[in-house]
Antibody, heavy 121, light 108 residues
Framework: EVQLVQSGAEVKKSGESLKISCKAS????????IGWVRQMPGKGLEWMGI????????RYSPSFQGQVTISADKSITTAYLRWNSLKASDTAMYYC??????????????WGQGTMVTVSS | EIVLTQSPGTLSLSPGERATLSCRAS???????LGWYQQKPGQAPRLLIY???SRATGIPDRFSGSGSGTDFTLTISRLEPEDFAVYYC?????????FGQGTKVEIK
């Protein structure tokens, strides 16, 4: 079964660092793009960026460039989203999702269950 | 960046009725790379439509997508109780990929 399993909910303070994970299984991890999507409380979906684990090619939305770092570890088929210094406005649900077609940009067909990040000031 | 504008914001309908959701892009979507997702409370989004009009695996045929260029539509032919949810369009033809703000389909 193809699935993405995300790490658990986090509660942090402003200024702290954080790295959340997305463990992939059931498919060839290195040949499908994986993206990250933010959903602030009661709001819509925002595309943050994507990574191609095969060569670590990474693209960011301008809104998130410099604010987060997306990475992947092929050896353990896991993608990551990292913050160096959290802000209260980073409080949101974060989803990882897989591109539907190997090797090319496409819609997201498989989604993780989401990781809730709460940042207190 | 392509901005996607969905309308209406909320659609109040009864089970069995037809739902028509609109997604308009600020510029032409390359190769009609436009998808639709459904999201229910407390759940991750689910892919419904890709390439503007192709149904994803396992999606009932009451869901259909149409359109090209800058104007796209998601139609639910006869609403079932489980279809009441929020729907998002997304373009993946140009980086950064972007989502619309969503249309909520609620029970009238």
């Amino acid at each position: 079964e193809v699935q993405l399993v995300q790490s658990g909910a986090e509660v942090k303070k402003s200024g702290e660092s954080l790295k959340i994970s997305c463990k992939a299984s059931g498919y060839s991890f290195t040949t499908y793009w994986i993206g990250w999507v933010r959903q602030m409380p009661g709001k819509g979906l925002e595309w943050m960026g994507i990574i191609y684990p095969g060569d670590s090619d990474t693209r960011y939305s301008p809104s998130f460039q410099g604010q987060v770092t997306i990475s992947a570890d092929k050896s353990i088929t896991t993608a990551y989203l990292r913050w160096n210094s959290l802000k209260a406005s980073d409080t949101a649900m974060y989803y990882c999702a897989r591109g539907a077609v190997a090797g090319t940009f496409s819609v997201f067909d498989i989604w993780g269950q989401g990781t809730m990040v709460t940042v207190s000031s | 960046e392509i901005v996607l504008t969905q309308s209406p914001g909320t659609l109040s309908l009864s089970p069995g009725e037809r739902a028509t959701l609109s997604c308009r892009a600020s510029q032409s979507v390359r190769s009609n790379y436009l998808g639709w997702y459904q999201q229910k409370p407390g759940q991750a989004p689910r892919l419904l439509i890709y390439g503007a009009s192709s149904r994803a695996t396992g999606i009932p045929d009451r869901f259909s997508g149409s359109g090209s260029g800058t104007d796209f539509t998601l139609t639910i032919s006869r609403l079932e109780p489980e279809d009441f949810a929020v729907y998002y369009c997304q373009q993946y033809g140009s980086s950064p990929w972007t989502f619309g703000q969503g249309t909520k389909v609620e029970i009238k």
